[in-house]
């Protein structure tokens, strides 16, 4: 066992739904093997200026249910510095913090990474992201909910895209990678689904709508990933479908950052809860440097600095499925 009587636990860069309930698992796994448990609030940031509350078993209740993060969220410039972290470093020793678990992004793990590095203090990521770019986990936290809440929304699109036989492209979060489209574009009966990884062209997509109209579809939702590349954006897309079907009634819908919130899903606190557990046991157990992922249902371990390099692979039978749903 390691030499560890106090962790400390925060949120980093974007939140995303789980994050309270990973918040409640780290503090409540601390009580139940008698450690003791800090919050930092607002991440980095609060780090730097020893913004540190003790948290208790009761400090947590009521929270698995509630969307961002209790202990606020930040970005933080210092933090990028050999000071800032210095500055981070006493405080966490002043508190007598001796390791933490910080719940974020690839940006917090690096972060995290270089602070290990530079003064040889235990850290363990939780994954908490909506985008699920995240290598060594198949499923990040708020991942789930996010689909849940596109879905969603894209249900109430298609009521109205079939009351007026109109066209809407739907844009969806996901940064880089196409996972939340993909995904939520399936669950929703999406007939194109734009994503970073697989540059379809505006011809083929040209292509794509004529085929739907002439199999007898009144109305379609394209679903595009805000890092998709097949227009400059989704309003220039818009544009050069309505000069190629002037009879098509076009409209478009950028979900934005009702995507983040909410009360995060059963699959999501689930997640949550048991990969708080793992953080604090590979902390106790001496590991260091790891994030906690899920694979095949089990919890594993991936070393950090993979995690922030890898990336992740977008899934083929799905795009294979939607090809074949959208016939
Ligand atoms: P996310 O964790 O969601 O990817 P960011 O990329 O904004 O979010 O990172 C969150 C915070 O992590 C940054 O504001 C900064 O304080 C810290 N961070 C990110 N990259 C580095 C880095 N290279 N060195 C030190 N700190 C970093």
Redesign the pocket.
């Known amino acids: 066992m390691a030499n560890i009587g106090k962790i400390g636990v925060f949120t980093?860069?974007?939140d995303s739904p789980g994050m309270n309930a990973a918040i409640r698992s780290v503090v409540r796994t601390c009580a139940y093997l008698k450690v003791e448990c800090v919050g930092i609030y607002r991440?980095?940031?609060g780090m730097i200026e020893g913004d540190f509350k003790p948290m208790d078993a009761r400090s947590v209740n009521n929270i698995i249910n509630k969307g961002g993060t209790i202990l606020k969220s930040?970005?933080?410039?210092?933090?990028?510095t050999k000071e800032g972290?210095q500055k981070a470093y006493d405080n966490l020793r002043k508190e007598g913090i001796d390791a933490f678990v910080v719940i974020?992004?690839?940006?917090?793990?690096?972060?995290?990474m270089?602070?290990n590095q530079e003064f040889h203090f235990p850290i363990i990521g939780i994954p908490?992201?909506i985008d699920n770019d995240i290598f060594g986990t198949t499923f990040t936290l708020g991942f789930d909910t996010a689909l849940n809440t596109v879905v969603e929304a894209i249900d109430k699109i298609r009521d109205t895209a079939s009351s007026h036989n109109r066209l809407f492209f739907v844009e969806v979060m996901g940064r880089d990678v196409g996972h939340i489209a993909l995904n939520a574009g399936v669950g929703a009966g999406a007939e194109e689904i734009l994503i970073p990884e697989e540059n379809l062209g505006r011809e083929r997509l040209l292509e794509s709508l004529k085929r739907s109209k002439e199999s007898g579809k009144s109305s379609s939702i394209v679903i595009v990933a805000e890092g998709d590349k097949t227009g400059k954006n989704i309003f220039e897309l818009k544009e050069y479908v309505e000069e190629n079907f002037p009879d098509y009634d076009v409209r478009v819908s950028v979900l934005g950052h009702m995507q983040r919130g909410g009360s995060p899903s059963c699959y999501d606190r689930v997640l949550a809860s048991r990969m708080g557990v793992k953080a604090v046991e590979a902390l106790l157990q001496g590991k260091t440097n790891l994030m906690v992922g899920v694979q095949d249902n089990e919890l594993i371990l991936t070393p950090i600095h993979k995690a922030i390099k890898g990336h992740t692979k977008i899934d083929k039978e799905l795009i294979r499925v939607s090809d074949i749903m959208s016939i």
Do not use: N
């Open positions: 980093s860069g974007g991440g980095y940031q930040a970005r933080c410039k210092e933090f990028r972290r974020g992004g690839d940006g917090s793990f690096t972060g995290a270089i602070f908490g992201t």
